[in-house]
């Protein structure tokens, strides 16, 4: 939404005179201090303070070029500024209704010391919960256009700290989370997706935590114009250094840019409280706010789906089943249809009226149109055409019939990543989009890219993605990427870009070893301080048998099914899935009525307790509502929980709701055991929760009426 | 156009049990023959004949697959089949009204002795002026999708020909030739215009001659969805092995395929006469019918354009003089204009009074739309958007202007090679031609590709140039490509795909060395065996320091007046620029009626006289007329000739009027002495022509009223 008021409370001393030009230089804001200096090669540095605790020792900043003329050597102070911002702006959706940005800045203006003397401003922005920083290439004679050939920006950790860490895969991020200590990070052995990595390389948002007890998160805003941010990790020193996504020509190259322009944002939270990590607003606010001025058309929402159908293998995306199909030469209408194609229109109807019933606003059909027979891993361009419905799939008759009931059909694009194909096609495709009264659209990027030789996270995707938030927000439409670069918070200036994949999300549960417990604990605080994150909560039909029994043999969800409910609130997204089939949540209604009650956007948020890797409390305000939700999980051990309900109107009468595990339940032995019990409550109730292993409970609170 | 009949005038022998297992396997029409092979490993090979004289000894055939399991090893013959064709066909343009398209074909199936057995065909066709093949992979289960790695193929010579060469570049076809013996082949020292190569690899097609008489050259045909064939010549053996562009992955792969497919033709085109090279329609023959039902649209055509002016530095394809803009950031309309952009109303409006005055149905302009300040060479990707004009061009008015004036507008699309960009701009670029009455586009793709990595001549250009070629037809939009890979005959199949560059145009001459006088006796034995050129002749201010004294100190155009009147003929092009300036043209009217004559469609086309790198004399019919137009070029060598006028209908009198080099003329000392005469002439006559060094004469020969 807009910005609500700006206060500039300062601009720096020693404005004079171009500035301050003797080292070190430093800022700070409350607890977090940054001192910037110069190495004793002449090399600029940084270090990151927290009171009294070392953050980051000096570490390395600069840039090589690919003209060899680049930021990687000495460079001269020129002038320095700062300045104060304190600003409160309201997000179009999210979990709170007010975000504050309140930083201290720090500005350098560095220059080479010899000829082509060209200049380069690092910029700082310090907050009470941490650090961002970038760097900006100011318009100038010698250096107008230039190609990135590497990063210099170091990381240097003052100690061995555990480490929760995914490899630093190029071209996916859906691995499960190694912790382990930083000398220990070694991705040698690591199960690949499709790895193209080095053993001692992570991906961000790197979640850290030390001895003495801080919490520590590394990752960066704003990626546009330039590839995504990898960590080497030296496991000796315990330095991280940067490793940018490379481009397809082999030479090395990261990013072709044009002056003026900037970096990323490199940011580092840190506290001596994990929930503060969690409700860190750092990230979005060094996001830019959007330019939408008109945005009623973006509406968080519910949805159901063909889809938990095929990964449980009871139905397929394909309509028949050839193994060797031409997009241009193929008469679909003549293929032998397989019988277990789900996005035929009898099914789709289904779904329709199970969300109609149930009061969710939308239904997602995936393998609606043509080209599924053979998509996947055969580096094949023309997929997909985006247009074309299977034979069993009637648009026509769909859209009419969901709009009778009143939902919505959410469009499904997946590219096989043969992104130049979608590319040429994303206008018509979008046309047809609208044509048919679709609003949302999930796009999706399995596979190797084409143009081949790039990275999923390079340089030319990261403006994919980017092109496609805006060109989906120009068409109004609303758009969930998955098997995309992981986000960096711009969805707030992209609000209609609601979420992304962009991790291991639940459905590796069908179909794999599956996500441990642990899980969903450690993504708060790695993927999702990004952005929210499509996770495709809500299976209750835990045990995958009974669905198909030969193909799911030993299959499972690693939940408990009040855990399912716990995420709609610990993992925040304006876009929730209601992962499973009709005919399971059918089964268990009482419960399902946490899901049709849990909010997608929310005016408030309240941490109350987490721990990476162990377990997470969170309270939400629904938008506009005294209504407060809350989730809680754990990892596979069972806790106890005290949870005090002060954030609740002093005074008021509620009653509260708990879906919680029920007695002998556990993910593995008994996940399905549930109770439900309503309790009456107030602002100085303390509420007792017991967690199962792999376990959680979802609490609804509303006022008594 | 149509088929107008087609008669199979036989299947083969031996089609009972798959047919003939028995190698050799031989085919043969008139003089040329074909034997297929197995070599002492079991690898297939094939040989060609002339009569009694060797094409090419026994040269391997095969190809390497990504996965390893190839055929690049042993294969078995496990059935073939012969039949022969005679048809006759019609273009929709061309040098000649019909076409003979009269082969032997020997289809050979191979496969794969031991797991996974896959099968291959090799299939050849034999005319009586060469021989065609392509290896076509069927439908089989064990062959899918598929990476060819390398192509084996091979083209062995007998002996130390005399070759036409150029550099084989993967990315430009922008040389001089070359005119060594084959043991000298070396590009090491050659200019490079972006080169990737080895010295000794050149690109096709390769003009040979043998020291008993013989010529021969060696190309493709219908090159789709593969790469472009270079060749790797072996300078001690005089063997020539196939080297395909790579694609961007850096594995060396050369095409993705899915079977069924078929790789292009691979072309030798065999004579003892060197006319009968230019006049063979071997290449056309081998590629597919159009499937354009209606053709009227597409019209062979002249025109005169906003282009060499720039070309001889009197004007500017860039609107103002600012060296780093962003084409999404510039507001264009407040740049400071330089002062001397071409693609101005008023010039553009001269243009077009020049064109409607002469009869010219054309007037390309370039650099009439933003983004040319900093177009090329920066690797960057949004460098143009196709739609927006600058500020000085008034599309709407001119495009009323020249509607009133009976004249066209040609389009231009520089893309810089950013093609992702194109393609994603595609759509709308042609709406908006379409929205302002243009039906012909010139497109450009100067510089490095985007998507990086890959090449000019890889796999996923030859792509896009094809699907370009299709969208324009879409479109009802004719296409000349500037900077494409070389043309393989397919505006049989795409009409409306008139002319590309893809070779060293006239331009050369404005801005660097230049092109000696042999350079256009070559083209018709090289380059043009696959297709019409836009090569831009008509240049009349030949010495261009006549232009900008400063800038253009000792250019100047390798030619005479008349020779450059001469090539309308000699290089057969559907569209045909008059390249020279308006006022260049005013000075010299007499000989500009000339262009004003010559057609640009003929129902049939006569090499009297031809030697690679020395002389070719053409003579054409007018499409649909009793008129014959003659062109005769020369190299740097003065020369007499003798013409019959035998090919004019017998009993009838003409008037020939003779545009030849003036008395003392030479392109270096006298280039624009010129003298026009007059004769009656009939099919008894026979004219003689004194051609200047570097020269030309260009003769219309129409009925007497």
Request: charged share 20%; glycine share 8%.
């Amino acid at each position: 939404m807009k910005k609500t008021f700006l206060i500039v409370l300062g601009l720096a001393a020693g404005l004079r005179g171009y500035g301050q030009t003797t080292v070190p230089l430093t800022a700070r804001m409350e607890q977090v201090g940054l001192t910037f200096a110069l190495g004793p090669g002449g090399q600029p540095t940084y270090a990151v303070q927290y009171g009294a605790q070392a953050v980051l020792k000096p570490s390395r900043l600069g840039l090589a070029l690919a003209d060899g003329q680049g930021f990687d050597g000495p460079l001269e102070v020129v002038g320095s500024e700062t300045k104060e911002v304190d600003e409160t702006w309201r997000p179009v959706w999210g979990e709170v209704r007010s975000i504050r940005n309140h930083y201290q800045q720090l500005t350098v203006h560095l220059r080479q010391p010899a000829p082509p003397r060209r200049q380069l401003d690092v910029v700082f922005r310090v907050f009470a919960d941490g650090v961002g920083f970038r760097y900006e290439f100011p318009a100038q004679s010698a250096l107008q256009y230039f190609t990135v050939q590497d990063e210099k920006t170091e990381f240097n950790l003052p100690a061995n700290h555990k480490a929760f860490w995914i490899p630093g895969d190029y071209d996916s991020n859906e691995y499960t989370y190694s912790t382990t200590r930083l000398s220990e990070v070694n991705s040698a052995n690591i199960e690949a997706i499709q790895l193209k990595s080095a053993p001692q390389r992570v991906q961000t948002p790197l979640m850290l935590k030390s001895d003495d007890g801080l919490y520590i998160n590394i990752h960066e805003a704003a990626l546009v114009n330039y590839p995504a941010l990898m960590l080497n990790v030296d496991t000796k020193t315990f330095g991280l250094s940067s490793q940018l996504v490379p481009d397809a020509t082999g030479t090395g190259a990261k990013a072709y840019l044009q002056a003026p322009e900037h970096t990323p944002w490199r940011t580092i939270i840190v506290s001596n409280k994990a929930p503060d990590v969690l409700a860190s607003k750092l990230i979005l606010n060094l996001n830019e706010p959007t330019k939408l001025t008109e945005t009623s058309w973006i509406q968080p929402q519910k949805f159901v789906g063909v889809w938990w159908e095929m990964h449980v293998n009871k139905a397929s995306w394909n309509y028949s089943d050839v193994s060797n199909i031409k997009l241009a030469d193929t008469d679909w209408g003549k293929l032998t249809p397989n019988g277990h194609h789900g996005a035929n229109t009898a099914n789709v109807k289904r779904y329709i009226d199970f969300a109609a019933k149930y009061g969710l606003q939308s239904v997602l059909v995936e393998g609606w149109n043509v080209g599924w027979e053979d998509w996947a891993n055969n580096w094949k361009e023309e997929v997909f055409d985006f247009v074309t419905p299977y034979p069993d799939f009637a648009v026509a008759e769909l859209q009419q019939y969901a709009q009778s009931k009143g939902v919505k059909l959410m469009m499904h694009h997946e590219t096989s990543s043969s992104v130049t194909n979608y590319e040429r096609r994303q206008d018509a495709a979008y046309r047809f989009m609208k044509e048919h009264n679709y609003d949302a659209v999930k796009t999706g990027y399995v596979g190797r890219i084409i143009p081949r030789g790039e990275h999923h996270d390079g340089q030319w995707m990261v403006n994919h993605y980017v092109r496609t938030a805006q060109k989906t927000a120009d068409n109004h439409i609303m758009v969930d990427m998955h098997e995309s670069v992981r986000p960096t918070g711009l969805h707030r200036t992209y609000p209609n870009w609601l979420a992304s994949e962009a991790a291991r999300g639940n459905e590796f549960n069908a179909w794999s070893s599956g996500n441990p417990p642990e899980h969903e604990t450690i993504l708060p605080f790695t993927r999702l301080i990004g952005g929210p994150m499509d996770y495709t909560p809500g299976i209750f039909q835990i045990k995958l048998e009974g669905w198909n029994p030969q193909r799911n043999q030993g299959k499972q969800v690693h939940t408990t099914l009040t855990k399912q409910l716990a995420l709609y609130v610990t993992l925040y997204s304006p876009l929730q899935m209601a992962a499973d089939l009709p005919e399971a949540y059918e089964q268990h209604l009482d419960a399902f009525q946490f899901i049709r009650d849990v909010p997608v956007d929310w005016d408030d948020t309240r941490i109350l307790l987490a721990e990476p890797g162990e377990y997470i409390t969170t309270a939400r305000k629904a938008k506009g509502k005294d209504e407060w939700y809350v989730g809680s999980i754990t990892d596979e051990q069972a806790r106890q929980q005290q949870i005090k309900l002060d954030f609740l109107t002093p005074g008021q009468q509620y009653e509260a709701i708990l879906y919680a595990d029920g007695k002998g339940g556990s993910w593995d032995k008994n996940p399905q055991a549930y109770q439900i019990r309503r309790q009456k409550v107030t602002s100085k109730t303390t509420l007792k929760l017991q967690l199962a292993p792999g376990g959680g409970t979802a609490i609804s609170i509303k006022p008594s009426r």
